[in-house]
């Protein structure tokens, strides 16, 4: 077995609780999730579920290192991750792309979709010439199933699902190794849920990217992933291969789950002939 990308050892996250400070003392600190432990193979995938608050999104930028784990071990490629330098954090940061669930919010609504994809290139400083980052721009457009024509348009000229992929090009810019989604397909239609699962799957599938997918949707994370950690206030309720999970739940929380979101068997045969999801 190769070195996972990463390891993930009893993780743990306290943050500043301002809902509990006094005026003359620092706020006490507030434990938003502990023992947090899984691997991520190179191109497999993770799915991460968990009710509102459960401590989904903090994982995910203390993964990212955007909010520093106090606790635990993290390892890329077997190498610890809170002992690297400056220059090795950022070359890390660059490999694990974070795509966030409201891309209206996330992108810059004053700048050119082409600006907005050549971003991470320009801030790593690998903004060669205007026609290799015209090219660059057209081939990442075309890798996620967006019309190169949309470059020059500015977000709110485009559709949900267009956004979001224009933020799933983004985070692909530089090349990551591992992706992580964060509720990206909350707020979007049906049909525009399943175009943006397939192309995760695809990118996975096609270009060996691993995959953390962060919802609530328990359909989706089944059409999708190979492992299924569920979190419950800051812990882990239940882990392991989903097609377990689903078919056994252990754990009573992960069953009042699944059944307060009814699961419906994909049914593909129903979509293509050519019923839209949406009914009409
Ligand atoms: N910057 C922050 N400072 C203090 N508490 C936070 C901060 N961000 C999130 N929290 C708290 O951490 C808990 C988990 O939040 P979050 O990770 O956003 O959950 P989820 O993504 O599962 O909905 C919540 O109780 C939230 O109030
Ligand atoms: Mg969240």
């Known amino acids: 077995?190769?070195?996972?990308?990463?390891?993930?050892?009893?993780?743990?996250?306290?943050l500043p609780d301002m809902a509990h400070k006094s005026l003359f003392a620092p706020a006490p600190m507030k434990r938003i999730f502990r023992n947090i432990s899984f691997e991520l193979q190179?191109?497999?995938?993770?799915?991460v579920i968990g009710e509102s608050g459960s401590g989904k999104s903090t994982l995910a930028r203390a993964l990212t290192l955007i909010m520093p784990p106090q606790e635990g071990e993290l390892l890329f490629r077997g190498e610890s991750v809170l002992g690297f330098n400056e220059q090795q954090r950022i070359h890390y940061r660059s490999q694990l792309q974070m795509i966030f669930q409201d891309?209206?919010?996330s992108l810059n609504p004053r700048r050119r979709i082409s600006d907005t994809i050549a971003q991470p290139l320009q801030v790593m400083g690998r903004e060669l010439n205007a026609s290799y980052r015209r090219d660059k721009v057209m081939q990442l457009l075309q890798r996620v199933g967006l019309d190169t024509k949309l470059a020059s348009r500015y977000p709110h000229q485009l559709s949900g699902g267009q956004r979001q992929r224009v933020g799933i090009a983004r985070a692909l810019a530089l090349q990551p190794v591992a992706l992580i989604a964060d509720e990206v397909t909350s707020g979007l239609d049906v049909s525009a849920q399943a175009r943006i699962v397939a192309l995760l799957e695809a990118l996975r599938r096609e270009e060996g990217l691993a995959l953390i997918f962060i919802s609530h949707d328990l359909s989706l994370v089944r059409s999708l992933?190979?492992?299924?950690?569920?979190?419950?206030?800051g812990e882990v309720m239940e882990q392991g291969a989903a097609a377990q999970i689903f078919s056994q739940p252990r754990h009573a929380y992960t069953r009042d789950l699944m059944d307060a979101i009814a699961l419906p068997e994909p049914d593909a045969s129903w979509l293509e002939r050519g019923h839209s999801p949406l009914g009409n």
């Open 225 to 233: 992933c190979d492992e299924v950690l569920i979190l419950r206030q």
């Open 1 to 14: 077995m190769s070195t996972p990308l990463l390891q993930v050892k009893d993780l743990g996250l306290s």
């Open 103 to 105: 891309p209206m919010s």
């Open 42 to 47: 190179a191109g497999s995938s993770l799915g």
